[in-house]
């Protein structure tokens, strides 16, 4: 019998497609009411919330079979964490979906204020021409200060950089190291960054540290004139503070897009024109709904299925600076484990992993477990965390071994696998972090892989790719992309073809019958 999964959010087509495409059955139940979810929720397997959806100990004591909740998005804040550590349900979301939707809006909101772009539009609407009413700012040459340098904050500093602005901070967690890559200025101490900036972002989490950070003494200490912006979480800045110091013309401008409870339809920033107020829009583009929708799919059907689940905020968690270095490598490293176990043809005796630039000081565990998440998918033991990768490693009888180097060649950072004798290699590529193949066998290629891939090492010669072409369009396999790769000290060649069609073992035989080849290897991701 299929697993089951219950969605209480909009989610985009494609993840629901692609947990079907599984095997998952999948229900609907858009925004319920706490009875009906509590009344709905015991056959399932699976939970995927609305940020509205409240999940409680009572709700879980209701969910006879519940194995794993996921969040489309960033906050967990509706969820009982606590109560399902407690029953051993993994909690999990989908933190890097829209960072750069939110660091993007930031950038919006900061322009928007600095140039009263929402009043001069308002009086355009109006059939008015003030153009002397709405004299803005540069932001070129002003301080920004930014408060929280993690995935959104340190978006927003390389974003603001190209503005030219200075940029200044403050985050405990933020190491020297990172804050002289974002080209940041780091203090310690709140007040000498309130003092200096022009304007100021907030990115940080509401805990009991960060709520109410901002009151009556911050902004009594912060510059006259100065411009703020949260697009961050609601209850960071004190609001009927803030808008005494609006009033009083001591903050010059101010736009926020989360709100201590939302929906929001009222504060005590209304009664000002010039206060930019925007329902939560931080996270809605298309692209950071699609990344939110599959990324969540995938990390639910890993906890399903009894993998790593890289998001969990539960249960051995990976802490949010180590995620943000780390992170974006899961996905190419649990791609390299499976690739290098079907190669291989069997669990290896030895593992090694290296990790190079920019990762060589991250911890290597939570890559470890996804290299062994991809490796071991074929033969479940149970779900497993990046705390325990070594001991899953040494049930299978792997000997593991991590190294790390400084000097990544022309790339900002690598991981290389070695099983035994199988090498292959991948950095990141883009915005989305897609994976590229930067090394196989010892063969040096740059191609992003495919669903299905061939790869082939033969004594190199004219003509075998036509061949390798003709025999596939027989078959109606469609090579999409292809990247040769070769050794100068032999005359072999290496090819990696991606694939669309079928491609059996016929059609294999064929290959292997037509060409001189010394490996054939068939890659299914």
Not at 167 to 186: K, M, N, Q
Not at 257 to 270: Q, Y
């Amino acid at each position: 019998m299929a697993m089951k999964i219950l969605v209480t959010e909009d989610l985009v087509q494609e993840g629901i497609d692609s947990l079907v495409d599984r095997g998952y059955e999948v229900d609907l139940l858009i925004d319920p009411t706490a009875d009906e979810l509590a009344g709905a929720i015991a056959p399932y397997d699976a939970l995927i919330v609305h940020p509205n959806t409240r999940v409680d100990a009572a709700l879980l004591d209701a969910a006879e079979n519940l194995k794993i909740i996921g969040r489309a998005g960033v906050t967990v804040d509706n969820i009982d964490v606590e109560a399902a550590s407690e029953r051993g349900v993994v909690v999990c979301n989908a933190p890097n979906s829209n960072v750069i939707s939110a660091a993007e809006h930031t950038m919006a909101l900061l322009l928007a204020a600095a140039r009263h772009i929402p009043e001069a539009s308002a009086s355009m609407h109006a059939g008015q021409w003030r153009r002397g009413d709405f004299m803005g700012s540069e932001l070129y040459g002003k301080t920004l200060a930014i408060f929280g340098l993690g995935r959104v904050g340190g978006l927003v500093a390389e974003r603001a950089a190209a503005f030219g602005m200075n940029l200044i901070g403050h985050d405990p967690y933020c190491s020297p190291e990172r804050a002289l890559h974002l080209g940041v200025t780091l203090y310690d101490e709140v007040a000498p960054v309130l003092a200096q900036a022009d304007f100021i972002t907030v990115h940080l989490p509401r805990t009991v540290s960060t709520e109410g950070m901002f009151g009556p003494d911050e902004f009594a200490a912060m510059k006259d004139g100065v411009v703020l912006v949260n697009a961050a979480r609601g209850g960071i800045f004190n609001m009927d503070a803030l808008a005494d110091f609006v009033a009083a013309g001591k903050v010059a401008g101010v736009a926020v897009d989360s709100f201590e409870c939302e929906p929001c339809t009222a504060s005590p920033l209304h009664e000002f024109p010039g206060a930019i107020l925007t329902p939560h829009l931080s996270p809605m583009t298309h692209e950071a709904q699609r990344r939110a929708s599959s990324q969540i799919a995938e990390y639910v059907a890993a906890g399903l299925e009894g993998g790593m689940v890289a998001t969990a905020v539960n249960l051995s968690p990976l802490p949010p600076e180590a995620f943000d270095i780390v992170g974006p490598y899961i996905h190419a490293c649990k791609m390299l484990g499976a690739m290098a176990s079907q190669i291989l043809g069997r669990t290896p005796k030895n593992l090694k992993l290296e990790l190079a630039g920019t990762l060589c000081d991250a911890d290597p565990a939570p890559l470890l477990a996804a290299v062994l998440d991809g490796g071991l998918s074929y033969r479940r033991l149970g779900a497993f965390t990046a705390a325990s990768a070594e001991a899953v490693a040494s049930q299978h009888g792997i000997a593991v071994t991590t190294t790390a180097e400084r000097n990544a060649e022309e790339y900002a950072s690598s991981v290389r696998v070695v099983a035994d004798e199988v090498e292959v290699a991948a950095t990141l590529f883009g915005t989305e972090h897609a994976p590229r193949i930067i090394s196989l066998m010892g063969y040096k290629i740059d191609i992003a892989p495919a669903a299905c891939s061939l790869v082939f090492e033969y004594v190199d010669a004219p003509g075998r790719i036509g061949t390798i072409g003709t025999i596939l369009g027989e078959a109606g396999a469609n090579i999409t992309t292809m990247q040769i790769g070769t050794k100068p000290e032999e005359s072999c060649a290496l090819v990696y073809m991606n694939v669309e069609g079928a491609v059996d073992e016929a059609v294999l035989a064929r290959l292997r019958e037509a060409i001189d080849l010394r490996n054939l290897w068939k890659i299914a991701l």
